[in-house]
Every structure is written in structure tokens, then in C-alpha cells.
């Protein structure tokens, strides 16, 4: 089946820690994005990618550091830096920069403990 | 500074019933606006509006786009419980980047 993995479905982290989000895609798509939701607050994007080996930042990128070393795989790290990190993250993807449907995955819901 | 506004934020409404979900934008080189359904977990693609006037229906769901007024609708009517959900908003720009509004949550009370 094609979609969107995302590992873990739950997360917990000590505070201090840095902790990385895994983002699998097997439809060939070009783009793919991490987004973090808080509630009220809609998504907001955290970084993006619309090719292999390069990346750019979104609106929070604070914190945040990412790698798309190949273009099935776009692994969010949440850093100590990052000051509120609970939060549910979602990973989407769209086939490349000229097609705007966007696919997610199921998320990520990191708790700071 | 981009940005995509949704009204209401939640809305309560009773089986049967038909509401209108409003979405409202200002984003610099628009592309497309786009609809999803979020119950639990990952939003689910609904819609992608790119033209005015013409609207997109998929069984009791239909949305339309006014360019020119900068809003987008989502209709649903007969709502049955399983409507219950978020509805996002997102707009698109010519460099790919999505904007998304806050969400309409929507309860369908039996």
C-alpha cells in the first residue's frame, strides 16, 4: 500500500533530550513538509523539502533541524533548543512543487516529561 | 503576511441539519485552496478548489472559490454523526507552501 508512515505514534521525551520523528514515503513524491499542531493554533510548518539534499525553513523552525538525504525519507528532529515541544506533528508529502495536493500521515504526538 | 482565516471555529448542529464552513484567506501568488477532514489523526483530502465559480461536489459535500473575494465555502448538508470532525483549510502559493487556517470543528448530534 502507498502512504505515509510516521514512527512513533507516541513519544515521550525527558526534558534536555533531543529526539528525532521519522517520516517514510513510498509515492515517489518530490515535496514533503512537518507541520506541528497545537490545539487553536491550526498547523504550522515546521520545514520543508522540495527535492533530495535540500530543505528550507518553515515558520517555527526554531529548535527544529531536519535532513532529506534520500527522497523517501524526511526525519524531523526536535532539538533541546525547542522550548515547547509537545505537540502533535504531522508529516505530509505532495508529488512535486507544481502539485498542491498534500497527503498526511497519521502524526506524532511528543510529550515533554 | 499570509494567512488563512476559518469561521466559525466549532459549530454544534443536529443530524439533518446543513451548515456552511467559511474560509477566508490573503496569500500572496495564490495557487489552490484545499479542504480536509480531520477526525483523528492525519487530515484527509477532500477538495482542491483552483477556480472560481465552479464548485466541487462529492456526495453531500460540495465547496466553491471566489477569487476575487478571497473565500472559499464547504457545504454540507443532511449532516449525519460521522460528519464530526475538524475541517481544515489550506491555501496554497506558486512556491508550494501551504497556509492552514485554525480549524472548524464540527459535532453532529444524533
Known amino acids: 500500500d502507498g502512504g505515509i508512515t510516521q514512527s512513533p505514534k507516541y513519544l515521550f521525551r525527558k526534558e534536555g533530550q533531543n529526539v528525532t520523528l521519522s517520516c517514510e514515503q513510498n509515492?515517489?513524491?518530490?515535496?514533503m513538509y512537518w507541520y506541528r499542531q497545537d490545539p487553536g493554533q491550526g498547523l504550522r510548518l515546521i520545514y520543508y523539502?522540495?527535492?533530495?539534499?535540500?530543505?528550507q525553513k518553515g515558520d517555527i523552525a526554531e529548535g527544529y533541524s531536519v535532513s532529506r538525504e534520500k527522497k523517501e525519507s524526511f526525519p524531523l528532529t526536535v532539538t533541546s533548543a525547542q522550548k515547547n515541544p509537545t505537540a502533535f506533528y504531522l508529516c505530509?508529502?505532495?508529488?512535486?512543487?507544481?502539485?498542491?495536493?498534500?497527503?498526511f500521515g497519521q502524526g506524532t504526538r511528543l510529550t515533554v516529561v | 503576511e499570509d494567512k488563512v482565516v476559518q469561521s466559525p471555529l466549532s459549530l454544534v448542529v443536529h443530524e439533518g441539519d446543513t451548515v456552511t464552513l467559511n474560509c477566508s484567506y490573503e496569500?500572496?501568488?495564490?495557487?489552490?485552496l484545499l479542504w480536509y477532514k480531520q477526525e483523528k489523526k492525519a487530515p484527509t483530502f477532500l477538495f482542491m478548489l483552483?477556480?472560481?465559480?465552479i464548485e466541487k461536489k462529492s456526495g453531500r459535500l460540495s465547496s466553491i472559490l471566489d477569487k476575487k473575494e478571497l473565500f472559499s465555502i464547504l457545504n454540507i448538508t443532511a449532516t449525519q454523526t460521522g460528519d464530526s470532525a475538524v475541517y481544515l483549510c489550506?491555501?496554497?502559493?506558486?512556491?508550494?507552501?501551504?497556509?492552514f487556517g485554525t480549524g472548524t470543528s464540527l459535532t453532529v448530534i444524533p
Open positions: 505530509a508529502s505532495s508529488i512535486n512543487r507544481l502539485v498542491t495536493e498534500a497527503f
Open positions: 509515492l515517489n513524491h518530490d515535496a
Open positions: 523539502s522540495q527535492i533530495v539534499n535540500d530543505f
Open positions: 496569500v500572496t501568488n495564490f495557487r489552490s
Open positions: 483552483t477556480s472560481s465559480g
Open positions: 489550506a491555501v496554497t502559493n506558486t512556491g508550494n507552501q501551504f497556509y
